[in-house]
């Protein structure tokens, strides 16, 4: 790689998993079939949360797998993001309903990401425990933050501020227990932290396609909130997040993806046709072969993504943007062979298929679509100064 021959200390670089990181799959996986099977999923989506706050505390506080990329001075484990991006593909893998997006894929990550201080420690600290979850309420434009999308101001009030404006599918905010909230203030623009249950916070509960991930719109009148960071370092800050969030996505996306192929490889094996397992058709075997492809492709992109965030081996946008123009198509794609492999059982209600389906469609345009992705990547090859931010502060919290 031209990264190794430019930097002797990345020569030696063995870029696949530690056997530690393979251990930690393991307790994921195990943690997700007893707590997160397709009867547990289902019955959440019902829920009047969505998600189950014992089984997030676990995470935090018995498995400590909220807070890997997090620290050990600021509450975590002081791990690496791609211990983190293990975690949350497993998490893909079994459809888990909680707040994975917004509390580890954008909160945490922002809130290491800001400077020191009392607003950090007492919001950054519960969330890793798993005590509480988070939202991450910043407009974006194709999973970019902009300036000029917000829509939310801040304005003095007393020791604090308020906030006034409205935030439009805010992802796990229906039943966060406190928001990052970006707005515009007399200074610029700024990241506040703001308490779910505050006066002047009103969430509408949206419908959406994916019923195991809520989506809310948040309107803020007047909210009291508090400073998280300054016009100084909020674009830096919520950027890092976004690159962040986009990455641990991919590797979430990775998961479902590869849980639709194993579905599908064994009901080819299985399902009978002219006396035969469907399996053994060229057609269904090359489908299966193209799906296999796209997994390891996806794969390969998600991972690289966390270390390029991780090490500094690349350009952490564009390697962000890689990973979740590749992933969303991988899913996708996995997705629909899925569907239509298992013939009629494929789209039915009562089949775990169409779940992971609906799943893959919301992801591929949470965070920018693939094609938006794409379109940023070419641009920024036609003009090499595109997208160019100084290096972020890495998961593991080094400014």
């Keep these: 790689m031209a990264e190794q021959a430019e930097n002797p200390e990345l020569a030696n670089t063995e870029f696949a998993f530690t056997d530690e990181q393979q251990e930690l799959r393991r307790a994921v996986r195990k943690f997700c079939a007893e707590f997160s099977d397709e009867a547990t999923v289902r019955a959440l989506m019902e829920s009047p949360t969505g998600y189950d706050p014992k089984s997030w505390a676990r995470l935090g506080a018995e498995l400590g797998v909220l807070g890997l990329a997090v620290p050990e001075e600021l509450g975590g484990a002081g791990g690496t993001l791609v211990d983190q991006a293990v975690v949350v593909e497993e998490l893909g893998a079994a459809l888990f309903c909680g707040p994975v997006f917004g509390t580890v894929g954008l909160a945490i990550p922002a809130l290491v990401a800001s400077s020191e201080g009392p607003v950090r420690s007492e919001t950054l600290e519960p969330l890793v425990e798993g005590a509480r979850t988070a939202a991450f309420a910043v407009a974006d434009r194709g999973g970019r933050f902009d300036p000029t999308s917000l829509t939310v101001g801040a304005t003095r009030s007393g020791d604090g501020w308020g906030l006034t404006g409205v935030v439009e599918r805010v992802v796990d905010a229906a039943a966060a227990d406190v928001l990052l909230v970006a707005a ?29 991930r809520r989506q809310a719109t948040v309107r803020l009148t007047d909210a009291p909130a508090r400073l998280l960071a300054g016009p100084e370092e909020a674009e830096r800050v919520c950027a890092h997040a976004l690159d962040v969030g986009a990455t641990l996505l991919a590797a979430e996306q990775v998961g479902g993806a590869q849980h639709l192929l194993d579905l599908t490889v064994g009901y080819a094996k299985e399902r009978l046709q002219f006396g035969r397992p469907i399996g053994s058709f060229q057609a269904v075997k090359h489908r299966l072969a ?3 492809v796209s997994v390891e492709h996806a794969r390969s992109a998600a991972y690289h993504a966390a270390w390029a965030l991780q090490d500094g081996t690349d350009d ?45 469609i919301t992801d591929a345009a949470l965070l920018g679509s693939a094609e938006a992705h794409r379109g940023r990547i070419a641009a920024s090859v036609l003009d090499p100064s595109i997208g160019r931010l100084p290096p972020p502060p890495v998961a593991t919290g080094v400014l």
Excluded: N
């Excluded at 062979?337 to 209600?349: A, K, M, S």
């Design 316 to 360: 952490p946008w564009l390697a962000a943007s890689i990973a979740q123009a590749t992933c969303s198509d991988a899913f996708v794609d996995v997705a629909s062979g899925t569907v239509q492999l298992h013939g009629g059982i494929g789209f039915t209600w009562e089949y775990q298929a169409h779940l992971y389906y609906k799943r893959a």
């Design 290 to 292: 193209d799906m296999l």
């Design 184 to 212: 515009s203030g007399p200074d610029g623009v700024a990241l506040f932290v703001v308490e779910g249950d505050a006066a002047g916070v009103e969430r509408q509960v949206l419908s959406t396609l994916d019923m195991t």
